[in-house]
């Protein structure tokens, strides 16, 4: 039997400032209960796709016969499951890539005239989570700011691409001078959210009762947003955690993609253990280059349009060999790290894909789909109709309810995934 102590407790103790993971002895002691560890999302996007033939196996189920890609997996067989037959309805846009803008909202026909985004899954779990950890979510990216995180009303949110500045925001203590201006730019928005607010209570005044109810729900976005500034000020007094580990050093050359993916999905495990955030998201996207990988000589999106050609096809599988590589050396290290009585894995539901299910066809529809961890029951390559795709909306669905957050329906789905 145990003696109940808090983190702070053994913080204090040790002498040293370093983030801890979750503990035996750090369950409350009314009732001896055990404190769960919170619920994670990690949504992985590789926006070229996964060469089809190299992924899905030719049977379904538990007993499926392993593939070339899936052998690079094999050492997490039990904790993975390998999806097809999934898509988001009427992804037919503009520029053939455009859909790289939809994989995590499903808005229909991203590009075309009048389109407009819709919010991504993970902004969706981040407003329910709010405040609970330093930043509702974190997007990391490969190649500067694009991700695939959107707003409620359609905005793009920057992604970071440099790790040092990701591990300096979530780890390194701040100057007062560095204080001084986070919490001036706090006061300067909420300034200018008082001013706005006093000359729209004006026009309530003397507009329509259709303005007025146009009017109430952008008073309504400003009282959130104050809300949030507050709240946002409120972890400025807050320590942040401190780490062993030594700040990551950013690789600038463009045409290192596998070093570049491999720095950002070894920050993973380091922010979702330190609480720092419980939602992330990666964006693997082309740099334009040549990738400097043994054996690659053409850039990796004229690669994936290859024409049946088996010169290009062979290149290809060598830059989504590395690739799935660095997604198996993740999801080692998830494993590896633990809290309570498992894994960091058991607690993060992990959905790695693509945008494409065939980038050569720029063909959105049978998307690679593959989930780890988050408790789920795996070890198996779940099929659905190849003709007529189910919503992977459901999927979203069903990671939700897995985060704790109930929601019967998101974007295009049809009802909740369950396999």
């Known amino acids: 039997m145990h003696t109940s102590i808090s983190r702070r407790a053994v913080l204090k103790a040790s002498g040293i400032a370093i983030s801890l993971p979750f503990l035996e002895a750090m369950n409350p002691a009314v009732g001896r209960e055990r404190v769960a560890p919170p619920k994670r999302l990690v949504l992985i996007c590789n926006t070229l796709g996964l060469h089809p033939p190299s992924l899905f196996p ?20 039990n904790d993975l499951t390998l999806f097809s037959g999934l898509s988001h309805p009427d992804q037919s846009g503009k520029q053939p890539h455009d859909t790289e803008m939809t994989w995590l909202t499903a808005a229909r026909n991203p590009g075309l005239g009048g389109f407009k985004n819709s919010i991504s899954v993970d902004q969706f779990a981040a407003n329910h989570i709010g405040n609970a950890t330093r930043f509702s979510s974190i997007s990391l990216s490969t190649d500067k700011q694009k991700s695939q995180s959107y707003t409620s009303n359609g905005v793009m949110l920057p992604a970071q691409h440099r790790p040092s500045t990701v591990f300096a925001k979530l780890f390194l203590d701040d100057s007062p001078q560095e204080q001084r201006r986070h919490r001036q730019r706090l006061a300067d928005g909420r300034s200018i959210l008082d001013s706005v607010a006093e000359q729209t209570q004006t026009l309530h005044r003397q507009t329509s009762s259709h303005d007025r109810r ?34 990551p050093r950013d690789i600038a050359d463009s045409a290192d993609l596998i070093g570049r993916t491999r720095s950002l999905m070894n920050l993973i495990p380091l922010i979702l253990q330190t609480d720092s955030t419980r939602i992330v998201t990666v964006v693997i996207q082309d740099h334009l ?33 590395e690739i799935l590589k660095c997604f198996a050396e993740f999801l080692s290290r998830m494993t590896q790290k633990s809290e309570a009585d498992g894994r960091l894995l058991d607690q993060t539901s992990v959905l790695f894909g693509s945008n494409l299910g065939n980038a050569n066809a720029h063909d959105p529809s049978n998307l690679p789909i593959i989930l780890a961890g988050g408790g789920y029951g795996h070890g198996r390559y ?29 974007a295009t789905s049809t009802g909740k995934l369950t396999w």
């Not at 593939?67 to 050492?75: A, F, G, N, R, S």
């Not at 000589?297 to 599988?317: M, V």
């Not at 919503?391 to 957050?405: A, E, K, Q, R, T």
Request: negative net charge; hydrophobic residues 35%; glycine residues 4%.
């Open 58 to 77: 030719k049977t379904a189920g538990s007993e499926y016969e392993s593939t070339e890609y899936l052998d690079l997996l094999k050492e997490h067989r």
């Open 214 to 247: 146009q009017l109430d729900e952008y008073f309504a976005a400003i009282r959130a947003a104050e809300v949030e500034l507050v709240e946002t000020e409120a972890w400025l007094d807050r320590p942040k955690p401190h780490v062993v580990e030594k700040p």
């Open 289 to 321: 280059v040549v990738p400097k990988i043994q054996g690659v000589s053409a850039e990796h999106h004229n690669l994936s349009h290859h024409g049946q050609d088996p010169q290009k096809i062979e290149q290809l599988k060598i830059i989504e060999t």
């Open 382 to 410: 779940v099929s659905y109709d190849k003709r007529k795709n189910i919503p992977l909306c459901n999927l979203f669905v069903n990671l939700l309810s897995n985060m704790g957050i109930e929601t019967e329906s998101f």
